[in-house]
Structure formats: C-alpha cells, structure tokens
C-alpha cells in the first residue's frame, strides 16, 4: 500500500462490506491510526475474522480506490435502555493519508450512517480527539466527553 501516490480526480472510490481478503490491507492501515496500543496480529485476525463472518454485532466497510484498500471503517451495534432501541458507535475511521482530503473518510461515514438506518439504529456515536471538525461537518454534535480506563 503507497502512502505517497496521490490520489486523482479520477480515481474511483467503492465503499463494501470488508471480505477475508482485506485483513492484511486492513491491519496495514492501523498505524495510521494514532492510539496507546500496539496492533497485534493474532488478536487483529480473530477479531477481523469474526467481523466478516458476522459472527459479531459490527459493520465493517472498507474503501477501495483503483483496487486497492485506502481505507476502512469499523462501527459496533448494540441495544441500549435509555435509546429504545439499537445504538452504533463508529469505533475506528482509518484513511491513508495519500487519500485523505478526498471525500474518502465522508463516504465511509455515509455508508455506516445509511446501514445503521436499514437495521433501525436510534442514533450513532463517535469519539474523537482530533477530528471533531471533520464530524461537525457531517452533521455530528458533542454530547458527552468520553473517559477511557485500560485494563492490562
């Protein structure tokens, strides 16, 4: 996977439900990823695994520009009491950074936000340190600060 090909105008970008085939570009993707822990294989691949079985209650989608994997998002379900119903989380948004600031990350979100409809999610949720503003142009609103303990 290039970081530094540029993206053009012409690219074609397909957002689809993430296959098998993808975990390898998929963990790839995760040093773009700025968090406190190392990406472990064996853990990614039973985790990935069980996401495109669908064996866990997730959508995940991958964006593929001219074939190749550029990005990925990865969004959990759950019911929840006080929502009525099901609630999402977008948990992880990854866009290379060859391809960011190409509508890539929005179409990603408008997918996940269009399959949380077709399953009748009551709303869906992100966090984000850094890129609130990139979410408040898509229509998203703070609502909460988020506190994280980590347990080893």
């Given at each position: ?17 993430a296959l ?20 472990d294989r ?29 990005g990925y ?80």
């Amino acid at each position: 996977m290039s970081t530094t090909e540029a993206i053009s105008p012409t690219s074609q970008v397909q957002i689809r439900p993430a296959l098998a085939s993808d975990a390898d570009a998929v963990f790839s993707l995760l040093n773009e990823l700025d968090v406190s822990y190392l990406p472990d294989r064996e853990a990614f691949d039973v985790t990935f695994d069980s996401f495109v079985e669908g064996e866990s209650n997730a959508l995940l989608f991958v964006a593929e520009i001219d074939g190749v994997v550029r990005g990925y998002a990865l969004t959990t379900v759950t019911r929840l009491l006080y929502t009525n119903g099901s609630s999402a989380q977008l948990q992880e948004l990854v866009v290379e950074s060859s391809a960011q600031g190409a509508g890539v990350g929005s179409l990603l979100v408008e997918t996940t936000e269009r399959a949380c409809r077709e399953r009748g999610v009551r709303q869906l949720t992100v966090a984000s340190r850094r890129a609130s503003g990139f979410y408040e142009r898509l229509g998203y609103g703070s609502t909460a600060d988020y506190l994280k303990r980590s347990f080893d």
